[in-house]
């Protein structure tokens, strides 16, 4: 089955404790992304990648970073962890073109204290 | 500044209604997607519209482009509560990666 997966699913930890959250796709896209979704704000984009080993930022980048060494994974990392990164987040991944659909992963629910 | 503004941004309406919903930007866009999410899911594609005035029909849901890649709406025709959940639109620029989000509608369709 055609999914993105990411691991977890709900994360509560504590500020300044660094974490990585997993992402993973097994349809072969180039293009993968991360996003943030938070009441009255809607999907923030985090970071992208193109593809392998080519990454950059999107709206929302500080306090976090990604890496693309594979094609078929995307692990958001937060260094330091601070109550305002509390949020619900979402790896998609897509094919280089741009109409194509956005798969998205089930979301991590992320609780800093 | 938000580049994709969605209105209403709660609709709470009976089974059996017909709504719409839209999404309006100031900017022109090559293609424009509509995807609903559902509580403890991510997003999922409805349908992604490319040309100006094009009409797009997925059973009782319609899509519009607009004329100028504008803006574009979705019509619910005979809501049920299976239709209830997130409506997002999402437009791109051209060969542009980045695709850009409306901040959604929430839709309640009671039994």
């Known amino acids: 089955e055609a999914q993105v997966t990411q691991n977890p699913r709900y994360l509560i930890t504590v500020t300044g404790k660094k974490l990585t959250v997993t992402c993973s796709q097994n349809?072969?896209?180039?293009?993968m992304s991360w996003y943030r979704q938070d009441p009255g704000l809607g999907l923030r984009q985090i970071y992208y990648?193109?593809?392998?080993?080519?990454?950059d930022k999107g709206d929302v980048p500080e306090g976090y970073k990604v890496s693309r060494k594979e094609k078929r994974n995307f692990p958001l990392i937060l260094e330091s962890p601070s109550p305002n990164q509390t949020s619900l987040y979402f790896c998609?991944?897509?094919?280089?073109?741009?109409?194509?659909?956005?798969?998205f992963g089930n979301g991590t629910r992320l609780t800093v204290t | 500044t938000q580049l994709l503004e969605q209105s209403p941004q709660f609709l709470s309406i009976q089974e059996g209604e017909n709504l719409t919903v839209y999404c309006n930007s100031s900017s022109v866009f090559s293609s424009l997607q509509w995807y609903r999410q559902e509580p403890g899911e991510g997003p999922v594609l409805l349908v992604t519209?490319?040309?100006?005035?094009e009409v797009k029909k997925l059973k009782r849901l319609t899509f519009q482009f607009g004329d100028a890649r504008k803006d574009s709406s979705l019509h619910i025709t005979a809501a049920q509560p299976g239709d209830t959940g997130l409506y997002l639109c999402?437009?791109?620029?051209?060969?542009?990666?980045?695709?850009?989000f409306g901040k959604g509608t929430l839709l309640t369709v009671n039994p």
């Open positions: 999402a437009g791109a620029k051209g060969s542009n990666y980045k695709l850009t």
């Open positions: 349809m072969n896209h180039e293009y």
């Open positions: 519209v490319v040309t100006g005035g």
């Open positions: 998609a991944s897509r094919t280089t073109n741009s109409n194509s659909p956005l798969h």
């Open positions: 990648s193109m593809n392998v080993e080519v990454t």
